[in-house]
């Protein structure tokens, strides 16, 4: 049973939506991803954020873009944690789906990770899971201790050989 749903307006998102399902099979979570559009199919829209909570799904990452409205509509039925992802557009650059997102009216809030931020999502929703699962917030300190190695590596390969022949 997926704790976490990935749902996305357009096939045109899954080179970002792919990044929280990377990070989340990474950690061990499952999840279940669907493309549909809030606003070309409400219907198919409505029945999946209405089920979603008796499916097991715990978190939703909605990734979105232009005006955005797959997160806001997620969390507005959806009784339990929204993240959204906002796209990056070609007309705004993403600034649209951005303010679409996170301009939620009060009371029905979605976190909102940075414009493309398909990776931070899925660890966001990791995050939310792990207030309640000791084995998967070990896993998160290990992730982040892998982090911290891969600077340090860095750092050394720079103090090594300097600037011009990093």
């Not at 669907?34 to 409400?42: F, G, L, Q």
């Not at 873009?65 to 944690?81: S, V």
């Not at 557009?89 to 301009?103: A, K, P």
């Not at 899925?122 to 699962?133: C, E, H, N, P, R």
């Amino acid at each position: 049973m997926p704790q976490v749903g990935i749902v996305m307006g357009s096939d045109s998102d899954m080179p970002v939506m792919r990044k929280a399902a990377e990070v989340l099979e990474e950690l061990g979570i499952s999840f279940s991803m669907r493309i549909i559009s809030a606003h070309r199919e409400p219907d198919v829209f409505f029945e999946y954020a209405k089920n979603a909570e008796a499916e097991g799904i715990k978190v939703i990452i909605a990734g979105a873009g232009m005006a955005a409205h797959l997160p806001g509509m997620c969390a507005a039925i959806f009784p339990m944690p929204v993240i959204g992802i906002p796209m990056h557009t070609t007309s705004l650059g993403g600034r649209d789906s951005l303010y679409s997102i996170v301009q939620m009216p009060s009371g029905i809030p979605v976190a909102t990770v940075a414009i493309g931020g398909g990776t931070n999502a899925g660890l966001l929703a990791a995050k939310i899971l792990a207030t309640s699962d000791e084995k998967l917030l070990e896993k998160l300190k290990a992730y982040s201790q892998t982090l911290k190695e891969a600077v340090e590596k860095k750092d050394a390969k720079l103090q090594e050989c300097g600037y011009k022949e990093y």
